[in-house]
């Protein structure tokens, strides 16, 4: 099965939750943003109030949830951020 490799820049609540700031992720071929998202989600249950107000960028652009990767993309998670 063919692989592709990513990386995903975490940013607010990820990054605090994650304790850093990048993922170097492998998954198949043909995998969309929306099944990062649940890899990232799913081992930290406390983020998953997070899922429906998430947007997403590839490569500096904002997409849905339905893109589908390619190999080296860069994939940012972007959760509300409150000023101050």
């Known amino acids: 099965m ?5 990386t995903v820049k975490l940013f607010a609540i990820y990054q605090e939750v994650y304790q850093t700031s990048q993922l170097n992720l492998e998954f198949p071929a043909h995998t969309s943003v929306t099944e990062v998202l649940n890899y990232i989600i799913a081992p930290y249950p406390q983020l998953e109030r997070w ?4 947007r997403f960028g590839v490569n500096l652009q904002f997409v849905s949830g339905e893109k589908i ?3 080296g993309d860069e994939i ?3 959760p509300p951020v409150s000023g101050g």
């Open 2 to 6: 063919e692989k592709i490799t990513i």
């Open 51 to 54: 899922r429906d107000v998430t």
């Open 69 to 71: 990767l390619k190999n």
């Open 76 to 78: 940012v998670l972007i």
